[in-house]
Structure formats: structure tokens, C-alpha cells
């Protein structure tokens, strides 16, 4: 399977490439940065320290879809909104891990897959999948009476969004496992005279700093007892890796937004 990677500069990008590189049955095929990159030119393996794999770093995406399979996308939403356009008009598998997508933007992602497959999710790695999984069951367990859910993330210095994807995923697990709105529950920030937590609300809290891939907890407090459910990623291969195996499931499949847990097989 012929694979572009779009933002094949950053840090999920090169990442990417040494991923697609690794994997039987995808190759890497194009790469995309923004026009005027500094990167634009250069060869995208001898990039991501693989050495030199004769595909060379593009400011066209247009052009790039047309010969691929399939998009690896992690980007920023502007730009994936864009990309999604681009991936429908090509009928090509579209893999977004990029977080941070207003309900705009997701909208727009949403009329995309009625013309190609789309697998959109905050968290590429089974690990948080799984979580999900269980944070749902758990959420359902524990009456909202009895037990507050708050979800804590902490990331690198250098990421831009807030709360992380992965937060808001398991916040969305949570959420559906009580049978709410998250929207309507969600308290993303704290600060001052707050007054005291209201009942079944899931609260977030952020936390930023050095080189941290991404750690989360949810964190189920109850009367006289706790439950913590926690993921600590090492590595964004981890990320990248779930990104390519995304994109061999979505090859060839009908057009749709589908998400991680359809493609490790853990259920709606
Ligand atoms: P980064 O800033 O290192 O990389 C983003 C790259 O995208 C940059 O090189 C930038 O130049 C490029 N880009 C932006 N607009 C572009 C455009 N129009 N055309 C081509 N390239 C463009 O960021 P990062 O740490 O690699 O993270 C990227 C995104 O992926 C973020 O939204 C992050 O939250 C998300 N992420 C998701 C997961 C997941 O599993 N879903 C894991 C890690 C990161």
C-alpha cells in the first residue's frame, strides 16, 4: 500500500516515515510539508534518519494523493480539513491522528468519508483503546451519585492543544458509559471561586512540561475509596505504528468515519 505522509517534518511525521519503512505491505510513496518549509526538497528518509529512500519532501499535496493508497495525517486541523477534501476527492484511505478539530472541523471531516474511508481517532495505540474500553465499563458501574470521574493528562512542552485528544477520548468513553453529553458536562478549567463540583460532571486537568509523550488518568473517586485507571505512552512510534495499521484496514474498505476501536476490533 503506497502511503503519503502529510507533516512529514514533525515530530509524528518523521516518526511516521521510520514506521512506514519498518511495515510489511506499506511503503512510503510521498511526503508533504507546508509550502515554504525549510524542508521542502529534501529527501523524506535521509529526514527521518533512515536513509535515503528517493521520495522527496513535497509542498503539493494534490499531487502526492493522486499515486497513493492512502494519507497518514498528523498535522493540525486547518490542514486536515483541507487533506480530507483532497483524500475524498482521490477515494483514498484518510488516517488523521491530528487533535484538536473544532465540531466545525469535524463536520467537514464527516462529509469527506461519504466519498473515502476515514479513520479519525485522538490515541493511535491499543493501549488507550483498550482504556476506553474499560473506563466506559467502569463509568457505567459507578452511579454519578457516589463517584466523580476526573481525567489528568500531562504532555511535552511542545504541544498546542489542551485538553490532550486522548483526554477528550476517554473523556467521550466516560461519558457514553453514564449515558450523557460530555459536551454539556465537561469542565475543562478550573480557576478561583468555583463553588463545590457538580454531580456528574467529568472534569479535565492539564498538565504541560519537558519531553513527556503522554500520560493519562482517570481517576474514579468515590466515598472512601478510589479507582485509577492510567496509560503512560514511552514512544510516539507507538502512535505511528497504529497509524499505518489504520491505514492497511482502511485500504480497499467502503467509505465511512471509522475510529480505533473498529480497527483493533474493540467494539463501538
Ligand atoms: P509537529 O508540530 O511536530 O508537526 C506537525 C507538522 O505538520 C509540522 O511539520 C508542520 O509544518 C506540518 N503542517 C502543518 N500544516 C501543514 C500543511 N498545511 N501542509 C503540510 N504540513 C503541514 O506536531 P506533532 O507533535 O507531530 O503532532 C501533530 C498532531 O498529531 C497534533 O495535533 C498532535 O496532538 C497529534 N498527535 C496525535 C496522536 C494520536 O495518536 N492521535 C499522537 C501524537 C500526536
Not at 467537514?108 to 473506563?135: F, Q
Not at 519537558?210 to 479507582?227: F, K, N, T, W, Y
Amino acid at each position: 500500500m503506497g502511503l503519503v505522509v502529510v507533516g512529514a517534518a514533525g515530530r509524528m511525521g518523521r516518526t511516521l516515515i521510520r514506521a512506514i519503512h519498518e511495515a510489511p505491505g506499506a511503503e512510503l510513496c510521498g511526503a508533504v510539508e507546508r509550502e515554504g518549509s525549510a524542508f521542502v526538497g529534501q529527501d523524506a528518509g535521509e529526514l527521518a534518519g533512515v536513509g535515503k529512500l528517493g521520495v522527496s519532501i513535497s509542498d503539493d499535496p494534490l499531487q502526492a494523493f493522486a499515486s497513493a493508497d492512502g494519507v497518514l495525517d498528523f498535522t493540525a486541523p486547518a490542514a486536515t480539513v483541507q487533506f480530507s477534501g483532497y483524500a475524498a476527492q482521490a477515494r483514498i484511505a484518510h488516517v488523521i491522528g491530528t487533535t484538536g478539530c473544532s465540531p466545525e472541523d469535524d463536520a467537514r471531516i464527516a462529509a469527506a468519508a461519504r466519498h473515502a474511508p476515514i479513520v479519525k481517532s485522538g490515541n493511535m495505540s491499543l493501549g488507550v483503546n483498550l482504556l476506553a474500553v474499560l473506563v466506559e465499563q467502569a463509568a457505567r458501574a459507578l452511579d454519578a451519585a457516589d463517584f466523580d470521574i476526573e481525567v489528568l493528562e500531562m504532555h511535552h512542552r511542545h504541544k498546542v492543544d489542551a485538553p490532550s485528544g486522548t483526554a477528550l477520548l476517554l473523556g467521550q468513553a466516560a461519558a457514553t458509559g453514564r449515558g450523557i453529553d460530555l459536551a454539556d458536562n465537561a469542565v475543562r478549567v478550573r480557576d478561583g471561586h468555583t463553588g463545590p463540583r457538580e454531580e456528574g460532571a467529568i472534569g479535565f486537568a492539564t498538565l504541560r512540561g519537558g519531553s513527556v509523550v503522554g500520560d493519562h488518568s482517570i481517576i474514579l473517586a468515590g466515598p472512601g475509596e478510589r479507582i485509577v485507571l492510567s496509560h503512560h505512552a514511552e514512544d510516539r512510534a507507538l502512535f505511528a505504528r497504529g497509524a499505518v495499521k489504520a491505514a492497511l484496514w482502511a485500504h480497499a474498505r467502503k467509505p465511512g468515519l471509522y475510529s480505533m476501536r473498529d480497527v483493533l476490533g474493540l467494539g463501538a
